[in-house]
């Protein structure tokens, strides 16, 4: 079993539509985590961290669930520029990022 | 954020030469540095921790003779690529925390390998 999985995807949505994605992961010992977004031939940029109680920056909301080991991304009011993959990453000891396989988003006019 | 630079961002070889890859840390000093390999529609999979000083540790199935990895000095790490085959052909990114050490990472820009 991998220790970040997701859902490929790819998730092909109308623009404004609302979306969301999980991801869950294994190491119970991971400390934080975090949503990166990757376009193609890119290299990953930070889109948030992702905390318990939960946070929000302007359309995107991640959640992290620590009991069932799961974090999420929504994304409301989807843009044709959303159109990326996006990548959770969990935090273990030492800053090492594991990553998930990513989820690719399609935003469709 | 913290600005990691990598260089060179493409670069087309001959099967069996090396390649070196350089990944700076441009406004922040860097005792860590992670580099990681991505294949075409796959994740990022993390090839070695480099830290400053000291040898790498490298992950299981990276070879470490193959991939040598150079930490010097806190703002310079360089990965080379050793008689590269066309099977290493592919995305390598660097990466560094920062000083505040949230468990956030900054990439470099990549670079992308292809070997002939």
């Known amino acids: 079993r991998k220790e970040v999985e997701q859902d490929p995807g790819p998730f092909n949505v109308p623009e404004g539509a609302t979306v969301a994605f999980n991801c869950t992961y294994s190491n119970s010992a991971s400390q934080s985590f975090f949503w990166y977004r990757q376009d193609c031939r890119k290299e990953p940029k930070l889109l948030m961290s992702v905390y318990s109680s939960g946070n929000e920056d302007g359309r995107f909301t991640a959640q992290l669930n620590r009991a069932s080991q799961y974090i999420s991304l929504l994304i409301r009011d989807s843009k044709l520029s959303d159109s990326a993959t996006y990548l959770c990453?969990?935090?273990?000891?030492?800053?090492?990022?594991?990553f998930g396989g990513g989820t690719r988003l399609m935003v469709k006019p | 954020g913290a600005v990691v630079s990598q260089h060179p961002s493409r670069v087309i070889c001959k099967s069996g030469t090396s390649v070196k890859i350089e990944c700076r840390s441009l406004d922040f000093q860097a005792t860590t540095m992670f580099w990681y390999r991505q294949f075409p529609k796959q994740s990022l999979m993390l090839m070695a921790t480099?830290?400053?000083?000291?040898?790498?540790?490298?992950e299981q199935g990276v070879e470490k003779d193959k991939f040598l990895i150079n930490h010097a000095s806190l703002t310079l790490s360089t990965l080379t690529v050793t008689s590269a085959h066309p099977e290493d052909s592919s995305f390598y990114i660097c990466s560094a925390s920062g000083v505040e050490n949230t468990g956030e990472l900054f990439f470099g820009e990549g670079s992308r390998l292809t070997v002939l």
């Open positions: 480099s830290n400053e000083g000291s040898k790498a540790t490298y």
């Open positions: 990453a969990a935090n273990n000891a030492g800053n090492m990022l594991t």
